[in-house]
């Protein structure tokens, strides 16, 4: 699985947008980009996944540039319960393989009033 | 659906003691997982399953025993606990969407302590 950098961390104000970035530059073409969040020691969360195009949910919208190289994570407006450490991850899923995730240390995202 | 459960929450042991931390997810999800992860670090996987009957290792298996007679179920056996092991374990459940799409979800976290 290809290796994710991310910055250690990440301050936003409530209600603004926040934009967690993730470089993956070793991604090959079939290996998708995750995103999953931990709050204050609790299991880790499922925010959103992709594979080329931008993605978005209720939580969140996931951007990937053209090559792939790189993404961001967009909260659009942040809120103090999404204060967590972000974990981008790269991984190839195929039927029949387990899930075997790689975390990193992740971003750890601030959100203030 | 309670979603993936671990029991217990938190536990203090004595080197050389034996436990088993329990896990089991209601989603009839085929993939199980155990990770465990220690202060300011990310998580590291220790064994997964792929379904009943079918368990491997992961990155740090060492010390750890799994097995998975059910779908349903999958303890992480401590044969004999070490200061090393003390830290929080998730267990975690997934399944596979079309297109090899996965999200895995976790459960709320065993804290060990290993004196």
């Known amino acids: 699985d290809a290796k994710t950098t991310q910055p250690p961390s990440m301050d936003c104000a409530e209600g603004r947008a926040a934009n967690l970035p993730c470089n993956h530059s070793?991604?090959?073409?079939?290996?998708?980009v995750y995103w999953y969040r931990q709050i204050h020691s609790q299991g880790p969360q499922y925010i959103i996944h992709?594979?080329?195009n931008n993605e978005t949910n209720e939580m969140a919208s996931l951007i990937i540039t053209e090559d792939r190289k790189s993404s961001t994570l967009i909260l659009p407006h942040a809120t103090l319960r999404d204060t967590a450490v972000y974990y981008c991850?790269?991984?190839?899923?195929?039927?029949?393989?387990?899930?075997?995730?790689?975390f990193g240390t992740g971003t750890r995202l601030q959100v203030t009033l | 659906n309670a979603g993936v459960t671990q029991t217990p929450k938190f536990q203090v042991l004595k080197t050389g003691q034996s436990m088993t931390l329990q896990c089991a997810q209601d989603?009839?999800?085929?993939?199980m997982s155990w990770y465990r992860q220690d202060p300011g670090m990310g998580l590291r996987l220790i064994h997964y399953?792929?379904?009943?009957?079918?368990?491997d290792q992961g990155e740090v298996p060492n010390g750890y025993n799994v097995s998975r007679s059910t779908t349903e179920d999958f303890p992480l056996r401590l044969l004999s606990a070490a200061p090393s092991q003390t830290s929080v374990y998730f267990c975690?459940?997934?399944?596979?969407?079309?297109?090899?799409?996965?999200?895995?979800?976790f459960g709320p976290g065993t804290r060990l302590l290993v004196l």
């Open positions: 989603m009839n999800h085929e993939y």
């Open positions: 991850i790269v991984r190839l899923v195929l039927s029949g393989t387990a899930s075997k995730l790689t």
């Open positions: 975690a459940s997934s399944y596979l969407l079309a297109g090899g799409q996965e999200t895995q979800y």
């Open positions: 399953s792929v379904g009943a009957g079918i368990t």
């Open positions: 992709g594979l080329k």
């Open positions: 070793t991604i090959s073409g079939n290996e998708y």
